[in-house]
């Protein structure tokens, strides 16, 4: 264990090592290091700066953290009425209970709300997870969204120009209508930022109410014919495709 940010040795910031061993977000890594909640060979440490080496001892909140392996990236179709979250403090049910047992400990690549469903990106390395929720990534996640409402074919298109909801500035989003059936459609749905419930707030503006939320891709990952629960290795070859070393945090 080195404590100076003058020269790199041959290891990595605790933060970052925190993410990559799945224990949280390097923000959230961070958070537990201000907080005095982590030991590196049984001193407490509050420093970011610091590095871990092989052979450290790290320990969360009184566990200890095993090194993390290599990133690995999962397809998980989450279905209706669980929550994306480790703990609810409403008790809700969420993915992580219902996770097979398997599976390392994992953290999810954005959220889905309570009533959505479909593919979430499930991962053993936080630091990956958090480069994946960026906009900058230019990854589209595509919806399937159905809707009750008068469908106003203009007004979709005019979302490629982006539009604000509540003083809220959403960018492009693209939106086509797919089939309609009296006052319900389905409709398909892409957009980069991924704000908290934003398919369902910019389609209230739009006078319609979502009735089902199906998100079937995040970037170049598709939900395919995943069944519900299911949960999906990608292979390495893919992530490495896909994800370029160079390219990760």
Request: proline share 7%; no cysteine; hydrophobic share 40%.
């Amino acid at each position: 264990m080195t404590e100076t940010s003058e020269t790199r040795p041959d290891g990595e910031r605790i933060a970052k090592w925190l993410a990559r061993a799945g224990v949280a977000s390097r923000r959230d890594a961070e958070r537990l290091l201000a907080e005095g909640r982590v030991r590196v060979n049984n001193v407490v440490i509050t420093h970011p700066a610091t590095f871990i080496v092989p052979g450290d001892l790290v320990v969360v909140n009184g566990a200890l953290v095993e090194p993390p392996e290599r990133t690995r990236l999962w397809r998980y179709h989450k279905p209706a009425g669980l929550m994306t979250t480790h703990r609810d403090p409403e008790g809700r049910p969420t993915i992580f209970q219902k996770l097979p047992p398997h599976l390392p400990r994992v953290i999810s690549v954005g959220r889905l709300d309570l009533n959505s469903e479909g593919l979430l990106l499930l991962t053993n390395d936080g630091a990956l997870a958090r480069r994946l929720e960026l906009p900058a990534t230019g990854w589209i996640r595509r919806y399937r969204v159905r809707v009750f409402g008068v469908v106003d074919e203009r007004a979709l298109a005019g979302l490629a120009r982006g539009v604000t909801v509540d003083g809220v500035r959403y960018g492009p989003i693209e939106a086509g209508l797919d089939s309609r059936k009296g006052d319900n459609a389905w409709l398909t749905i892409g957009l980069r930022e991924g704000r908290n419930r934003e398919v369902r707030k910019v389609m209230a503006h739009l006078g319609l109410q979502v009735s089902r939320l199906l998100r079937v891709s995040y970037g170049p990952f598709q939900l395919g014919l995943l069944e519900r629960g299911a949960v999906e290795e990608v292979p390495a070859k893919v992530l490495r495709e896909q994800i370029p070393a160079d390219r990760t945090p």
